[in-house]
Nanobody, 117 residues
Framework: QIEFVESGGDLVQPGGSLRLSCAASGASGDIFKVLIMGWYRQTPGKQRELVATITGRGTTNLANSVKGRFTISRDNAENTMYLEMNSLQDEDTAVYYC????????WGQGTQVTVSS
């Protein structure tokens, strides 16, 4: 069973940057590289939303709210995915999760990103 562990969240001021990482474990052989992977985020009282996706070959898609500010990437050799976040805004405050797209039913712990002055 594949499990995902997110890291890199922090408290940052508006306009700042962060890089999130997602490590996949339990992915035997070449399974990870064929998965379409995604970053999701959730704030209290709201549904989890899909922020960005990346195919195994590196084709990306980003939500309009983060286009031009966030970059999604992956390293298939390391079973790892990243989210580079720039020009962070208060509205980006959330717990960020990674999962495949569409997601497995189980989720990792997520990583908290707080944008505040």
């Amino acid at each position: 069973q594949i499990e995902f562990v997110e890291s890199g969240g922090d408290l940052v001021q508006p306009g700042g940057s962060l890089r999130l990482s997602c490590a996949a474990s339990g992915a035997s052989g070449d399974i990870f590289k064929v998965l379409i992977m995604g970053w999701y985020r959730q704030t209290p009282g709201k549904q989890r939303e899909l922020v960005a996706t990346i195919t195994g070959r590196g084709t990306t898609n980003l939500a309009n709210s983060v286009k031009g500010r966030f970059t999604i990437s992956r390293d298939n050799a390391e079973n790892t995915m990243y989210l580079e976040m720039n020009s962070l805004q208060d509205e980006d405050t959330a717990v960020y999760y990674c999962n495949k797209s569409p997601p497995f039913t189980s989720w990792g712990q997520g990583t908290q990103v707080t944008v505040s002055s």
